[in-house]
């Protein structure tokens, strides 16, 4: 035997070790490949990278396995002549040929009518280029999948405090006491966030999981608190209930930092109605909050502009202002809202015993009163009023799609908002913390297209394709109020929709509603299976023709690295890179990976060389680009301005000479300057020279209250962050909502919504939280379907990705229906049992797993475990596909038709964000004679052109030459 | 002697499996490898892992604790794996504690695995010899890497730092201070075997709120002209006494 | 635990050979004392051991199939100070030799007498070496039980009830093959071997009667509690960290079911203790060749169910680890 320890690893071949970013989820961690002769040897965490910290996850652990996936695809393919869409049947052409058909194509598109292009993405971290693409391409239809994802989460908290959890901001763990986790997936933000947890808990804090199951880090949690799914929303305002009526709320924080003293116009009559009055016309209109409202001077009894130094105003209060008109705090109202919010009602809703909720509500207010944190650090405010040191009250949360995935999930996340300002918690030590470039004003300063006439053949789209509407005026419609978008995101059906509708774009562009397409691009997004609701008929609705015999949507490229279910789906198949042959770049034009102390961006850097024809989707847009002669991507004589994705990144500037680029480090031309500076073409080399990634730690006065630090806010006007120096009031009250019910109730000079869709937009734009059914239980009978299902995220699978990963895949082969044995007591079967379960949308043949870890009336399984029959290069016996089940096939995308005659969405009314988890269902004992296997079943995939043949029966994988 | 050991916090282990895939990914090409898979694109996967990840759940709904629970070769003091094997494969090194196999010797008759009451060894089928955690012993000597790096894979990889690593002999190492102070215990005490890993219990933290800390001198009510009143419902002498 | 047939055969076929040598010395040693007519006694002790030598070989053949690297077999010699399994590594061969030897000194008539001690009892080569055999074959037969019994955690096995079931049970299915040789050569004293095949057997049944009883009331000595170090009456696996079958889930698994094992344990009952007993005692009445062989086979079918369900009884302390997936 060879002495283990006598020869290093690293002498059993030639070693080369090498940092760029993890993919295998979302979380972008630092980590440092090591080659054997050319091989991944291993991938371990980047010990100096912020956001890791040197550790690495199931996943990023298993990247090997990723990158020798027989399911890679390797070639572009073409489908083949005759071959009906959906068989799999394709032939390898060359790049050439694909990019002369695309060019083709989409330059005809263009020329005609740029929306019948449609470029939507999955969890791409280039939305950067992708949006930009889009924008210059001129079609309004282009997305990533943050619809179907978690906009809820976004725009809930964006719209209330200027920032939201995770790639946003999240709970400064290091110094909070008590921490509320609520509905939160451990795919997001997961090795930091498991990082601070445990500290946090060594540390002696106190962690409290709200959540129907108890997986995960709930399962560390001191306390967990089942709760029914899509009650959380009853939760908080029940606290928030609580809170106000002990007093213990951070009077000081609401009056300086939030709109809840101001005075809101209550006269039924007005126009104004629901309005904050406002004294004088601000001198600048501009994306930010004017100062320019009341508060009520109890010493004169009388209104005085808000910040009016030495005034103490009321927080609680109606007053009548010297014209007679009727007037209530935000605050004042805020209170009437929560009133009939007790907790002895949200346990009816909730299932949480009220007892609890109150004991939780006085957790949080105390710690928050008793436990002050004082830093020893001066700062500045908006106001020019100095701060001789940062407060903060250590009441921590951080919550995620369980909150989000709701059709009530909008105002859930605006109660939660709402309830981290009260305890004063925002940017503060100990509570929640912004992440560069957030805070942003409320809302942020990019709007989408105003109308069809942004829309222009041959021309570059006007205004974004997302952005953040803040009246009625920035909704994306017609005259008649008709949405111009394909998902219909900003119409007045879905008019804060500011990450898209992904998860309607097929059956839209199936229905020809609002207009039929030519082209859909999809980039790495399983939209064939586990990204859809309704999986089966999304499945038809691609092979669906018309009278003509032609394909309903008549082109559907799909960019992927995988063979994936929707690869079946496509007729151009364009082979993407894995993550270790790519440069990729975490940018502040998108989502970089900041720290609460500052901004951070990274990037990827190839360590590996493509296999066999795949190329990376970057070059794919950036050929197009310049074959289309899309001016971003041109130079002014027409011809191709970059040589490729790397020389795109260091070069592209916002503007001409805005020196803001897709990188923030190591900018101007010796490399001295950050966030903004000329391009510096060594750019690259200085990234890989630091590991990959760029961090700058602000001033420690610039790192806290950042929504009124005027230093703070001051740097990142100088550094291009944000046009505006203005302070970002926490909006308790919302006067955006609130001029969208006024336009549906008739009143002011914005656009109206349509006569079908006023009530709905009147009931939802509601500018205080308050909690509904989830919609999809007004069409469902609860007696029927007693039961909610909900996914949970395994932590060593994301998504669909991992099936593929001989490693992963041995954690988590197939799934079971998990629920409480009091569920299988009443449908009269047994642990094990086959069952089906059962929505009024569809039915699937699974197998039962008791657990105690689950709210009685809630049954959940893991995400997109099951898989397609032969998908990923599985074998089409695989436990994924026949034990394995996807629980899309019970969601509808789309509701009954309403009494107005709208088929809406099953989504959020307020933002689009898709209602997941609003299902409900019951299930029943398999018949004895029926298949040991799950249903829906589908044909088998078969091995593409190009890929590489699975071994059989032993993988025995040793890097390097010949194993040795 | 030094005896290392690993000490796992089952206080703040998630279960996220890092463990369980960084030390496959270590290992399989290092000195113990390959650690080979069946099937592995086809119907039950099976492969040779040094780690897995367990979950618990105790007690019943709304009470429950869920335990993830890593378990790996736990490098008993006293194995009763090395002693039965016929050809002094399995051994335990004197310098260091670590129970090792010599895959040269071992003639894969699994009889180590029955002496081993916890399951911690896997024979690999494709070698057709026994395996087990060895500690990283091929790299936490290793002199070509940073100090700090001479560790097992998967305590370097452990998001939450729930596996400390450790000579257990030494009174002041970090794992024996986290065994002495947090009540760390071994596996199946009854069998004497006396495992070098070492695992620390659940921990909970309860925050305890006082009635009277509800009675604020700083209630900010008081500021708002409404002095806060008691409930609407709250019996008094009104209804009960006409004088 | 999985029963593992080359083991089952191993065990069960030395058990036969060691059983059927220590038979035919015992005649040897009956005759010598006069206790017995031999006639022709040189050829059938050479073709008995013959045949014992036969089972042992095959017995240590089928062992070949429990190894992972049975070309590296010989290296299992190396731990005899620790391993019972090593120590019966050496002595299976050792018996081999001594049965073989002992035969062959029988079927060379390399009988004369080397010295006769107190002028009666003549001491021969085969009387020496069977002597020594007789030696090797029961340690043989304790280092054989000893492997299953040293094992502490697998309490069903760690008793002394194990040795003396293998002791017996393999000793009488030897006294009841050499009943059944005798027979079919017609040479031997089928009488003899079947009475001590009959006494053997009801002793067999005894110790292993014994060890059902205790195994039934055996109350495991680690817990799920213990197993994970949490104190909790309710605790439940949810997962065990991999979905496919893997070593741990097949080597210490039977996976029958409870009526299977029941099943199992009354043919084995019957099979080799009953069956063969009542054979054996009509074996008196009639004399037929038939029926001493019929009590060998039964018997034999009977140990390959006893020695799985002895597998199959032994609940390994590792499964409380291997209980669920999901």
Redesign the interface.
């Known amino acids: 035997m060879q002495d283990p320890t006598e020869i290093s690893d690293k002498a059993r071949g030639h070693t080369e070790v090498k940092h760029t970013t993890c993919y295998m989820c979302a979380c972008r961690c630092g980590i440092r490949v090591t080659l054997r002769d050319g091989v991944v040897r291993y991938i371990e965490g980047n010990p100096d990278h912020p956001l890791n910290q040197g550790v690495i996850c199931a996943k990023g652990a298993s990247g090997i396995m990723k990158q020798y996936s027989p399911a890679r695809l390797t070639r572009p393919l073409k489908r083949k002549p005759g071959a009906e869409r959906g068989e799999g049947r394709f032939e390898a052409i060359s790049w050439e040929e694909a990019f002369d058909l695309l060019a083709e194509r989409l330059g005809r598109i263009r020329a005609e009518d740029p929306r019948r292009f449609a470029l939507f993405t999955g969890r791409d971290q280039m939305q950067a280029l992708t949006g930009l693409f889009a924008k210059q391409f001129g079609t309004p239809n282009y997305a990533a999948h943050g619809g179907f994802c978690s906009v809820n989460m976004a725009a809930g908290l964006i719209y209330t405090i200027g920032g939201s959890f995770w790639e946003f901001g999240g709970p400064d763990l290091d110094r909070a006491k008590l921490f509320f986790m609520i509905g939160t997936a451990e795919d997001h933000h997961s090795n930091p966030l498991k990082i601070a947890i445990s500290r946090f808990k060594r540390d002696g804090g106190r962690f409290v999981a709200i959540n129907p199951v108890r997986t995960g880090y709930a399962a560390i949690a001191d306390e967990w608190v089942p709760i029914r799914p899509g009650t959380d929303g009853a939760f908080l305002l029940a606290v928030i209930h609580e809170l106000i009526h002990t007093g213990l709320y951070d009077r000081e924080f609401l009056i300086r930092y939030t709109n809840a003293p101001e005075l809101v116009n209550q006269d039924p009559d007005s126009d104004e109605f629901g309005m904050f009055v406002r004294f004088e016309v601000p001198p600048e209109e501009g994306c930010f909050d004017p100062q320019n409202k009341l508060w009520w001077d109890p010493a004169v009894d009388r209104p005085v502009s808000t910040h009016t130094p030495g005034v103490d105003p009321r927080l609680l209060g109606a007053f009548r202002l010297p014209d007679g008109t009727p007037v209530k705090t935000a605050f004042q109202l805020l209170m009437e809202r929560v009133e009939p919010y007790t907790p002895q009602w949200a346990e009816g809703v909730t299932g949480v015993p009220a007892a609890t909720i109150r004991r939780l509500a006085y957790e949080m207010g105390v710690t928050a009163r008793d436990q002050k944190i004082e830093l020893p650090i001066p700062w500045t405010d908006v106001w020019d009023h100095d701060h001789e040191s940062v407060v903060g009250s250590p009441v921590a949360f951080h919550a995620m799609r369980g909150l989000a995935a709701h059709s009530n999930g909008f105002h859930t996340i605006r109660a939660l908002g709402i309830l981290m300002t009260l305890l004063g918690t925002i940017d503060t030590p100990g509570g929640f913390r912004h992440k560069a470039p957030f805070p942003r004003p409320i809302p942020p300063c990019a709007k989408p297209p105003k109308g069809p006439g942004d829309v222009r053949p041959g021309e570059v789209l006007g205004g974004m394709p997302l952005g953040w509407p803040a009246d009625p005026d920035d909704l994306f419609v017609d005259e008649q109020g008709r949405p111009v978008r394909i998902d219909k995101a900003f119409s007045w059906e879905y008019p804060l929709a500011v990450h898209g509708l992904m998860h309607n774009v097929i059956t839209n562009a199936w229905k020809g509603d609002p207009y039929p397409i030519d082209t859909l691009m999809l980039f790495m997004a399983n939209m064939a299976w586990n990204s859809s609701m309704n999986t089966t008929e999304v499945r038809r609705m691609l092979t669906d023709k018309d009278e003509n015999g032609r394909y309903k949507i008549p082109f559907v490229v799909v960019a992927d690295a995988f063979e994936s279910e929707t690869v079946a789906f496509a007729d151009l198949v364009l082979p993407d890179t894995t993550y270790l042959e790519r440069h990729d770049v975490m940018s502040m034009l998108d989502r970089p990976i900041s720290e609460y102390d500052g901004p951070v961006d990274s990037v990827r850097i190839p360590v590996l060389p493509p296999k066999g024809e795949c190329k990376p989707f970057q070059e794919v847009l950036i050929e197009l680009g310049a074959r289309l002669g899309l001016p971003a991507f041109v130079n002014e004589d027409g011809s191709r301005k970059y040589k490729d994705y790397p020389d795109f990144v260091v070069r592209y500037e916002t503007a001409p000479g805005s020196g803001i680029g897709f990188l923030a480090g190591w900018r101007g031309k010796n490399g001295d300057r950050f966030m903004v500076g000329e391009p510096n073409p060594r750019q690259w080399e200085r990234y890989e020279q630091n590991g990959g990634f760029f961090h700058y730690a602000l001033p420690r006065s610039f790192q806290y209250m950042r929504n009124w630090n005027k230093g703070y806010l001051t740097w990142a006007r100088a550094n291009g962050l944000t046009r505006y120096a203005e302070p970002i009031n926490c909006h308790i009250y919302s006067e955006i909502l609130q001029k969208f019910r006024l336009a549906a109730q008739g009143k002011g000079i914005t656009r109206k919504p349509p006569e079908a869709l006023r009530e709905r937009v009147e009931y939802f734009f509601d500018p205080l939280p308050f909690w509904h059914e989830p919609l999809e239980s007004l069409y469902t009978d609860p007696k029927r379907y007693p039961l909610r299902a909900v996914t949970q995220r395994p932590m060593p699978m994301y998504h669909s990705w991992d099936s593929q990963n001989a490693w992963l895949r041995q954690i988590h082969t197939h799934n079971h229906l998990f629920m409480h044995p009091s569920v299988g007591r009443a449908g009269a079967f047994d642990d094990g049992d086959w069952v089906w379960v059962e929505s009024p949308w569809g039915k699937v043949r699974c197998m039962a797993r008791f657990t105690e870890a689950v709210e009685p009336g809630t049954v959940w399984t893991w995400n997109a475990i099951g898989k397609g029959a032969g998908a990923w290069a599985l074998h089409p016996k695989a436990n994924e596909s026949q034990k394995g089940f996807l629980l899309n096939h019970l969601i509808t995308e789309e509701l009954p038709e309403d009494p107005n005659g709208l088929r809406a969405s099953n989504s959020d009314p307020v933002t689009g964000q898709a209602g997941w988890y609003d299902v409900r269902v019951r299930v029943y004992k398999a018949a004895e004679g029926e298949p040991r296997a799950t249903e829906p079943q589908f044909p088998p995939m078969k091995r593409l052109p190009g890929m590489d043949k699975a071994p059989r029966r032993w993988l025995a994988f040793v890097a390097g030459l010949k194993g040795r | 002697m030094t005896q290392l050991a690993l000490v796992i916090d089952l ?8 463990c ?3 030390c ?3 290992n ?22 040094f780690n ?11 009470n ?6 890593p ?1 790996s070769c736990l490098h008993c003091e006293e194995p ?1 794996c ?8 399995s051994y335990k090194r004197e310098e260091d504690g670590i129970v ?1 196999v ?10 180590c ?7 911690a060894r ?2 690999d ?6 395996k087990k955690c ?1 500690l990283c ?3 936490i ?4 890497l940073p100090e ?2 001479r560790r097992p ?1 998967c305590v ?7 596996r400390l690593f450790g000579d257990v002999h030494d009174p002041d190492s970090e794992v024996s201070v986290a065994i002495r102070e947090q009540g760390g ?7 004497g075997t006396k495992p070098a890993n070492h ?1 620390l ?2 921990r ?4 305890r ?1 006082r009635p009277d ?2 009675i ?1 001198a ?9 002095p ?1 009143k008691p409930p609407k419902d709250q019996p008094t002498l009104d209804e009960t006494t006409s004088w | 635990m999985h029963p593992a047939f080359s083991v089952i055969l191993l065990t069960t076929l030395i058990g036969v050979g060691q059983g059927l040598f220590l038979a035919i010395y015992t005649s040897q040693l009956y005759a010598l004392a006069r206790l017995l007519p031999m006639p022709d006694h040189q050829r059938f002790f050479a073709l008995g051991s013959a045949v014992a030598v036969g089972f042992l070989v095959l017995g240590l053949f089928a062992s070949f199939f429990h190894l992972g690297r049975p070309e590296r077999a010989w290296r299992s010699a190396a731990r005899w100070r620790t391993s019972w399994l090593s120590r019966e590594v050496i002595l299976l061969p050792l018996v081999v030799m001594l049965v073989a030897a002992y035969g062959l000194i029988h079927g060379l008539g390399w009988t004369r007498p080397l010295f006769v001690i107190r002028g009666a009892l003549p001491v021969d080569a085969s009387l020496l070496v069977g002597a020594l055999a007789t030696v090797a074959v029961f340690a043989l037969f304790v280092a054989t039980g000893m492997i299953y019994a040293s094992i502490r955690f697998l309490r069903e096995w760690a008793s002394p009830l194990t040795v003396f079931n293998f002791i017996l049970l393999g000793g009488a299915s030897g006294f009841t093959l050499a009943a059944a040789f005798s027979a079919w050569v017609g040479s031997g004293p089928t009488r003899f071997y079947g009475t001590w095949a009959v006494i053997l057997t009801v002793a067999g049944a005894v110790t292993r009667l014994a060890s059902l009883y205790r195994n039934a009331r055996l109350a495991p000595k680690s817990t799920l509690q213990s197993a994970i170090g949490v104190r909790h009456p309710r605790i439940r696996q949810i997962t065990q960290g991999a979905m496919g079958r893997t070593f741990n889930n097949r080597e210490f698994f039977h996976g029958a079911s409870p009526r299977t094992i029941a099943a199992v344990r009354w043919f084995f009952l019957l099979a080799v203790f009953a069956i063969p007993v009542a054979l054996l005692a009509t074996a008196y009445v009639l004399s037929s060749v038939w029926i001493p062989a019929a009590a060998f086979a039964v018997q034999y079918a009977g140990l390959v169910a006893e020695r799985w369900y002895f597998f199959a009884d032994a609940r390994h302390p590792q499964n409380l680890y291997y209980q669920q997936v999901a």
């Not at chain 2, 367990?54 to 019943?60: K, S, Y």
């Not at chain 2, 089928?125 to 026994?130: G, T």
């Not at chain 2, 215990?185 to 069998?191: D, G, I, Q, R």
């Open positions: 206080n703040v282990c998630v279960g996220c499996h890092a369980v895939t960084s496959k990914e270590w399989t090409s290092g000195w113990a490898g390959p650690l080979a898979d069946f099937n592995p694109y086809g119907p039950d996967p099976h492969g040779t892992f897995r990840v367990q979950t618990f759940e105790v007690g019943e709904y709304p429950t604790m869920v335990v993830h629970f378990k009763p090395v002693p039965v094997c016929p050809t002094g494969a090792l010599d895959y040269d010797k071992c003639i894969g008759c699994k009889y695995s029955w002496a081993c009451p916890y399951g896997e024979l089928e494709h070698q057709k010899v026994m060895t012993v091929d790299r000597y290793d002199e070509s700090a790096e894979a370097l990889a452990c998001p939450t730092n729930a215990y071994a596996l199946m005490p009854e069998w695992y219990p659940r909970r933290t309860e925050l709120i800390e509800l604020r700083d209630n900010p009510l008081k500021k708002e002209g409404v806060p």
